[in-house]
């Protein structure tokens, strides 16, 4: 089966994950590891392939039973150049990093953004399978959205479509990694809640259980550590994270006016821990801020592929030579 499977990659700001996928859309085998984007784009690039390496050897394959790389990066990519757009998670801006990746791989490479990359995979072979228009929403450290329309990936002007944490919910409002004010992923990514965390604990002096846990350096906080906290009924913690998941519900309500799915899916590290519990606060600030359609014309779901949602989608753009 030369040259049958494909190499997934979710290129993160703070890990990667590499992942050999059948042609049937099934992890045959993963690896992961840190990024260290500050060795710059060959260096991310060669920690890549390292990982893919490994999770070749635990398959049992070697590169010439891959055809093609997929690569998510968070970051709009340009369709025509394969340049990154603007990625402030690894401080890459404008850069050709399709061209740098040919070279480090020797492969044929297919880049899109991450989270059109798991979108894609929950519309294919995930939790929105059988739908034909499709909105994700992922949330982790920051947060990316993905939209599928009719079948088909919506990539817009210079693959800047679906950017929707940086939907502005609030007109002047909370300073976002990318700039600008008011932004989603500025009141809804673990980000946002570490800021939060900070204002509340430190600059306030409120008491958090979270202290116990990170000595009140909140940033590179685990979602684990997160659950274990809301689940001991720790007030900030409540607080913050309820506050985020409804005003993701409320996005969620802004996008069914636009777009009107049939189907939103929610994935992410942070949704992948929390799971109904957050989906409770999503519903709500979704239902209470719908127009015009019932609750039950759109189907809310949470991510059936998990951390492979983003890979997986990868390999799909990467079999289907970017024509999804």
């Known amino acids: 089966m030369s040259g049958k499977y494909m190499v997934g990659i979710d290129l993160g700001g703070t890990k990667i ?21 500050e060795l710059g784009i060959d260096g991310t690039g060669k920690r890549m392939k390292e990982a893919a390496n490994e999770a070749l050897a635990d398959a049992g394959l070697s590169w010439n039973d891959i055809a093609s790389v997929g690569i998510a990066v968070p970051t709009p ?28 791989f020797r492969k044929p490479i297919y880049l899109e953004n991450d989270v059109n990359c798991g979108t894609l995979a929950e519309f294919r072979c995930g939790a929105a399978k059988g739908y034909r228009h499709v909105v994700g929403f992922f949330l982790g450290t920051g947060l990316g959205g993905g939209i599928i ?31 600008k004010l008011g932004c989603l992923e500025a009141y809804c990514s673990k980000t946002a809640f570490c800021r939060q965390f900070h204002k509340l604990i430190v600059e306030e002096g409120k008491k958090s259980l979270l202290s116990d846990y990170t000595d009140n350096d909140f940033k590179g906080i685990k ?12 007030k900030i913690t409540r607080r913050v994270l309820n506050r985020g998941f409804y005003l993701l519900g409320l996005a969620a309500a802004n996008q069914a006016s636009i777009i009107s799915p049939e189907c939103i899916v929610f ?17 709500r600030g979704f239902e209470e801020n719908l127009f015009a359609l019932s609750k039950n014309d ?21 079999m289907e030579k970017g024509e999804v």
């Open 77 to 104: 990519v340009d369709p025509e150049t394969g340049d990154a757009l603007h990625s402030p998670a690894l401080g890459w801006k404008n850069q050709p990093l399709r061209n740098k990746f040919r070279k480090i």
């Open 298 to 318: 759109i189907k809310l779901k949470l991510s059936a592929l998990g951390d492979d949602a983003v890979p997986v989608g990868a390999a799909i753009l990467a």
């Open 267 to 283: 994935g992410g590290g942070v949704m992948e821990a929390f799971k109904k519990l957050a989906m409770s606060h999503i519903r």
């Open 149 to 179: 329309i009719d079948g088909r990936l919506h990539t817009g002007v210079r693959g800047s479509a679906g950017e929707l944490g940086h939907e502005i919910i609030h007109f002047k409002g909370r300073k976002c990694g990318c700039g």
């Open 223 to 234: 979602s684990g550590v997160l659950l274990k906290c809301y689940n001991a009924k720790d």
């Open 17 to 37: 994950l590499a992942t050999v996928v059948s042609p049937k859309f099934k992890v045959v085998a993963r690896s992961k590891c840190k990024t260290k984007s």
